[in-house]
């Protein structure tokens, strides 16, 4: 770091009421970790804004002194930022504040709020919003990135429910972007992520649905084929209320696993569905009726939807990524089971998409839709045992096994590697992101996790 660029960080410091942390501070270590343990965030200095105010100051300090911006919110999807320019990290875990409108049926949500804390607080006036797998994923990045739900068959893409965002563009204003103010902007943030300024904080449409019929059917691994062909079959008979995904899991044999899993591996099946529990039991019959080791499928309020997966509750150290795809064949089924069983990788899921999360709106914004009727993600952990290169090099693997049915579109928040981000939109939306983004941002000070293009 240039001796320039501290004098102006010390005095970036005495301008807001957040932390403002340089690599000499003792807390830097652990001031730049992401999500994943695994990766290697290196910035000039990490900003740890209180308010808007100092999001304003930090994009007015970036853009006088020629630095990039990046951000991590929960920090889940770090590992695709690129370094290669001096680059301010915002950090928004210090603005956490959630306003409920339960009339209006709507959230607005700061920049650094997660996803369970988000979950609790609509829930307790009977409302959900679009929720994902992971209950500590930042509100903003997975809503941002797109935001395959629970509930994606049914209503869609989280993106797409954002009502307005609060977003500190690159000549350091704070504006309020939504259908009728800054619509470009508001088009390209649904979808495009953090390419294109700050975000301060969203506004979310929310649903009222307090339960749903939801849960867990587990089964050795031994019956991975049979139950991955059943349950292939069973999605083409299924409503959009219906969510679904199917899974295989080998459990380290490590202490927080509950000790009937620890060590062991699985074929999973997990669902939502919008509905009571008479419909739902009607709904998943024919795979209830493979006799699953262990059943959780039963009513449950949607506040508790995050322990279907049973996503970590802490960072870990892990290598993955994943795709979409065209389907799901017996051929592809075979080819998951013969590549992942006995590999050191944890898991693998296939999701269920079709429904909502295929149709396209007018009213929508830069990812409208996602075609494709499948998507996959698998990962390993990254140990002592298991470098970051092995683990990759089987992730890789595996999904170099499933091209054949690779779509060649990416899914930006499943995706860990940079990709060419041709392949997120479609060619219209492509072009018209990146002319919004030469409007907004021309000097390209904003680095989302994945960039537009490569001269950004
Ligand atoms: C365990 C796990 C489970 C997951 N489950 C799901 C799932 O069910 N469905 C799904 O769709 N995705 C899922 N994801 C992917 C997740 O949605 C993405 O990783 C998403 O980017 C996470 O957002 P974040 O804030 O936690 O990540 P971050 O790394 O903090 O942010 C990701 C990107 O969002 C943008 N961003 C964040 N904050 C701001 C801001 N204040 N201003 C401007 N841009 C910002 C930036 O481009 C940033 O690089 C999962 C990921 C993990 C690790």
């Known amino acids: 770091m240039s001796t320039f660029l ?7 410091q005495t301008q807001i009421a957040g932390d403002v942390i340089t690599p000499t501070d003792v807390r830097w270590d652990h001031a730049r970790q992401a999500w994943n343990l695994d990766v290697d965030q290196r910035p000039v200095a990490i900003v740890y804004p209180e308010s808007a105010d100092d999001v304003v100051a930090a994009v007015r300090f970036a853009t006088a002194n020629a630095v990039c911006i990046a951000f991590n ?12 320019r001096p680059t301010l990290l915002i950090k928004t875990e210090h603005m956490r504040a959630i306003t409920i409108d339960p009339d209006r049926r709507r959230a607005r949500v700061e920049a650094g709020v997660l996803a369970k804390p988000l979950a609790q607080a609509a829930g307790a006036h009977g409302l959900t919003f679009l929720e994902g797998t992971s209950p500590n994923v930042g509100v903003v990045g997975y809503a941002l990135g797109g935001g395959l739900s629970w509930m994606v068959r049914k209503f869609g893409l989280c993106c797409n429910t954002i009502l307005s965002v609060e977003v500190v563009t690159a000549d350091g204003r704070l504006v309020r972007a939504d259908h009728a103010t800054e619509p470009d902007l508001f088009w390209a943030l649904r979808g495009g992520s953090g390419n294109f300024g700050a975000v301060t904080a969203i506004e979310l449409e929310l649903f009222p649905i307090a339960e749903v019929y939801g849960g867990a059917l587990f089964w050795p691994i031994e019956r991975a084929e049979e139950v991955l062909l059943a349950w292939r079959s069973w999605v083409d ?13 080998q459990f380290p044999d490590a202490a927080e696993i509950p000790q009937e899993m620890r060590g062991r591996s699985f074929v999973l099946f997990e669902t939502a569905i919008i509905g009571d529990a008479e419909f739902g039991a009607s709904l998943i019959a024919p795979m209830r009726a493979l006799g699953p080791e262990i059943d959780t499928i039963e009513m449950m309020p949607t506040t508790e939807l995050t322990r279907i997966n049973m996503d970590p509750n802490a960072p870990v150290a892990y290598a993955g990524d994943g795709f979409l795809m ?13 590549l992942f069983v006995g590999s050191p990788l944890v898991h693998i899921e296939f999701r269920h998409l079709g429904g909502a999360a295929a149709r396209r709106s007018e009213s929508h914004g830069a990812l409208s839709s996602i075609d494709d009727p499948f998507i996959t993600f698998t990962f390993g952990l990254v140990s002592a045992a298991n470098s970051h290169d092995d683990t990759t090099h089987q992730v890789n693997r595996l999904l170099d096994g499933l091209r054949e049915w690779n779509s060649g579109h990416r899914y930006l928040n499943f995706a860990e590697t940079p990709v060419d981000p041709r392949s997120i939109f479609t060619d219209g939306n492509y072009d018209r992101l990146r002319q919004i983004k030469a409007q907004y941002d021309p000097h390209g000070i904003f680095q989302a996790n994945h960039r537009l293009s490569q001269d950004q």
Not at 74 to 83: D, E, F, K, P, R
Not at 237 to 249: A, I, K, N, Q, W
Not at 327 to 338: E, G, V
Request: proline share 2%; with cysteine.
């Open 326 to 338: 065209t389907d799901f064949t017996a051929k592809a089924i075979t080819t998951t089971i013969d």
């Open 6 to 12: 501290a004098d102006e960080l010390t005095g970036l």
């Open 237 to 249: 008979t299924v409503p959009d209320e219906c969510f679904s995904l199917g899974r295989l899991l």
């Open 73 to 84: 919110g929960g920090g889940h999807n770090a590992g695709t930022i690129s370094w290669d």
